[in-house]
């Protein structure tokens, strides 16, 4: 038995299956909004719209609009993202051409009755115009996947044949359709169906990596369903967030099967599927209040209500003012710029257009930057952050400025800049956010160590990443050079807190600062000392003398200790930025 499950693609149709027998006329920008926050989940492969006939369905009659949107057009330069069209007919894949579309879907239904209501033909004409149209996209370079609808019932004709649905699956597959969704569009199947069928299928010589599953939830039994599938092998499923959907020619048939539903099942028997739970559970309560009806997830539900519980006081202290802190332009230099507030210094990485990748210029600045806060008395926090899209890409990569496969001196000089930086980094005596002691992070964020992609490695950083992540962890997460998602580093305890947006970020920062004003800069710099022994020098003699020096240094009667505990006596409670800066007047 393998000693993990395997992963399962997760296919989120909801902008264009759970949109489209929605009455309301739906803003494209909530589209363009929708499709954005189901990518920051994490989702590979989201169905955006289908070019068809406004005249069927009115809902979609912007397709040409959302596909030339730049912020679509920037989506499918993403090799990774899979954003299938569907399409009805030549016409439509002439217009999907035009607008840069890679990937289409081509549908056909398994009965008679609902071909005709759906699609205006028979279950042979419409599979000669879904293999027309296959065969042009694939000609074209276009990748093309395949639906069959009513694999279990049609609401016209009663219940379907299995036989009906091989035929169509094969047809399909003969296309050169890379994988066929089986759709249950009246919602009426069963685990048992399920199997079945599926059994059926793969006995007749289809390969199960071949298939996808596509159901719906009328009677309440998709997310079984999904997980019976799974066990038959299946390992591709379409859901739809908030549990979106329905099909206008289907009467009486409910949504799909919802994408929280089944992220936290598979989440909960530990499949992965690539997707932050959190966010996606805050989309589809999102797009919810976007839209007439309710949400029907029962996962997202049951867990926004476990978040409000759990944060009783949230809405309480949105009324609170919170701390503000006003950062003065200290220096600007090319691609770094220091903020000063009070005690705090801020280091913002200022080269947006190139991901903040750092040169050599960067390199010494920030070494350089970073040795003179140390000794700083003033400076009692340090945060490190980054502008634009990206914190910071490493190494600058860029044509003529690299260092990397020049050799000889100058890897020598690359790698002694680098060292040092980290280094004092790491013995940085003051609290340091963003970098070495404590990690704010978007719910959007994630941390690639992506060298091994381009046949590097994440040498001088190496030791303090596994010191952090642990062995186990690093000896995955880097050789694999996967995405680590903000939610995952938090469960390690690799983040303090995670936000749900830039603004959260900032409110965040502000917060943790002002809590950070009531802890004595020295007792931090003894506390890191602790922390530090603990790791070189673990139940050694090294240790034991360290510990021995810092409880002496402590109780000092004329350190900050002695003051401390005074105020502590009389009721006061300390804020450590207003002592520090008085005794350094008092130096002057």
């Keep these: 038995m393998p000693t993990t499950s395997p992963s399962v693609r997760i296919v989120e149709v909801g902008p264009r299956d759970g949109l489209q027998n929605i009455p309301t006329k739906i803003p494209t920008s909530t589209k363009l909004e929708l499709i954005r926050r189901l990518r920051e989940t994490g989702l590979q492969t989201i169905e955006l719209t289908s070019v068809v006939s406004p005249r069927k369905i009115p809902q979609l009659a912007d397709c040409r609009e959302l596909l030339q949107h730049s912020s679509i057009q920037g989506l499918a330069k993403d090799p990774n993202l899979r954003l299938p069209v569907l399409i009805p007919n030549l016409k439509g894949l002439e217009i999907a051409r035009t607008l840069s579309v890679r990937e289409i879907a081509v549908f056909i239904s398994a009965t008679e009755g609902f071909s005709r209501a759906n699609i205006n033909c028979s279950v042979d004409e419409g599979l000669e115009r879904a293999k027309e149209v296959a065969f042009q996209a694939i000609a074209a370079g276009l990748a093309v996947r395949g639906y069959v609808s009513c694999i279990f ?32 569009t009246l919602g009426v199947g069963s685990p048992a169906s399920v199997r079945n069928l599926l059994q059926y299928l793969t006995d007749a010589g289809v390969p199960v990596s071949s298939l996808a599953g596509h159901f719906h939830d009328t009677y309440g039994q998709a997310v079984a369903n999904v997980w019976e599938a799974y066990t038959c092998g299946l390992r591709v499923f379409d859901s739809s967030v908030a549990g979106l959907g329905g099909c206008p020619f289907a009467p009486g048939a409910k949504g799909n099967v919802a994408t929280e539903d089944v992220a936290y099942m598979f989440q909960n028997a530990g499949v992965e599927t690539g997707i932050d739970l959190a966010g996606l559970v805050e989309t589809g309560s999102w797009i919810s209040k976007q839209l007439p009806g309710s949400n029907s997830t029962r996962a997202g539900i049951a867990l926004t209500g476990k978040a409000a519980k759990a944060f009783p006081s949230t809405k309480a202290q949105s009324t609170q003012p919170s701390p503000s802190f006003q950062w003065t332009l200290a220096v600007d230099s090319d691609g770094i710029q220091l903020l000063r507030s009070g005690a705090n210094l801020k280091v913002l990485l200022n080269r947006p257009r190139n991901g903040n990748a750092l040169t050599a210029a960067m390199i010494a600045e920030l070494t350089s930057v970073m040795s003179t806060a140390n000794s700083d008395p003033a400076v009692s926090r340090i945060i490190i952050v980054g502008s634009g899209k990206f914190f910071c890409m490493g190494m600058d990569l860029g044509k003529h400025r690299t260092p990397v496969a020049q050799g000889g001196s100058s890897s020598e000089a690359q790698f002694l800049r680098l ?69 995952r580093l938090l469960s390690l305890g690799l983040v303090a807190e995670i936000a749900g947006d830039p603004e959260d970020l900032h409110k965040r920062l502000d917060d943790l600062l002002a809590r950070l004003r009531h ?6 710099h003894m506390s890191k000392e602790l922390v530090k022994l603990a790791w070189t020098h673990a139940s050694k003699e090294e240790q ?45």
Excluded at 164 to 169: I, S
Excluded at 435 to 461: F, H
Excluded at 519 to 524: I, L, M, N, R
Aim: one cysteine or more; charged letters at 25%; a neutral charge.
């Design 419 to 487: 060292t040092e930086l980290f280094d004092v980094i790491d013995r940085c005596p003051k609290v340091t956010i963003a970098s070495c002691d404590i990690r704010l992070a978007a719910r959007s964020a994630t941390v690639t160590l992506s060298e091994g992609k381009l046949g590097l490695c994440p040498a001088t950083i190496s030791k303090y990443v596994i010191r952090e992540w642990g062995v186990a962890f690093a000896r995955e997460a880097i050789p694999s050079a996967r995405p680590v998602k903000a939610e």
């Design 519 to 524: 802890v004595s800069p020295h007792a931090t």
């Design 153 to 184: 019932s049609d609401p016209y004709d009663g219940p379907t044949s299995p036989a009906a649905v091989l035929r169509c699956v094969r047809a399909l597959l003969d296309a050169g359709c890379y994988e066929v969704s089986l759709g249950d």
């Design 544 to 588: 034991a003398a360290g510990i021995k020096s810092l409880f002496h240094e402590m109780m000092r009667p004329d350190g900050e200790g002695a003051h401390g505990v005074r105020e502590f006596q009389s009721g006061k409670l300390l804020n450590w930025d207003a002592y520090i800066e008085s005794a350094n007047k008092a130096k002057l």
